[in-house]
């Protein structure tokens, strides 16, 4: 009798131990996650292009209307309806996070605070104090390029921000 009621109190200890272990990694897992998640949106900007003048391609490439994300230069290219180009720095000017562009939204949406910003990177909600910050575009022989080297702060738009095809 006594030998069966250790056999189950045993049996308990591990059942929690086991229950523990199970929690422990699953919190290990979730910390992982989390950091990793983090890291990409606040990781800060450095190489792979950025800081220089990236090739975007042949101006007939972009659809008016269209935004094109643009990984290594960090910026996304927005063809405008009326045919020009406006390159916008992917830094959320909140707390800098990466701020995706949501197509369905037809804005920019920050995963971080919830901030918002139209097509031409315009505030449209959210804690961020200003537009997103833009880089000049060249045409060159038919080809956009534009200069990361350094992003220009604005307070609002207009159109001396965006370069002629
Ligand atoms: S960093 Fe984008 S809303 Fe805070």
Redesign the pocket.
């Known amino acids: 009798m006594t030998n069966q009621t250790d056999t189950q109190e045993k049996s308990k200890v591990s059942r929690r131990q086991f229950l523990g272990f199970a929690w422990l990694t699953a919190i290990v897992a979730f910390t992982g996650e989390t950091l990793a998640a983090l890291f990409k949106f606040v990781q800060p900007v450095t190489a792979g292009g950025f800081g220089g003048i990236i090739k975007a391609g042949k101006v007939d490439k972009f659809a008016p209307g269209s935004v094109t994300y643009f990984q290594q230069g960090r910026f996304y290219l927005h063809r405008l309806e009326d045919g020009s180009f406006l390159a916008l720095w992917q830094r959320?000017t909140?707390?800098?996070?990466s701020?995706p562009w949501e197509e369905s939204e037809d804005q920019f949406h920050?995963p971080?605070?919830?901030?918002l910003f139209s097509k031409v990177g315009v505030v449209a909600g959210?804690?961020?104090p200003r537009p997103m910050d833009y880089f000049p575009v060249i045409i060159e022989e038919g080809e956009v390029l534009v200069n990361t080297e350094s992003p220009i702060e604005r307070k609002a738009f207009d159109s001396t921000q965006t370069t002629p095809a």
């Open positions: 959320c909140h707390l800098g996070c701020v920050c971080c605070h919830g901030s959210g804690p961020a």
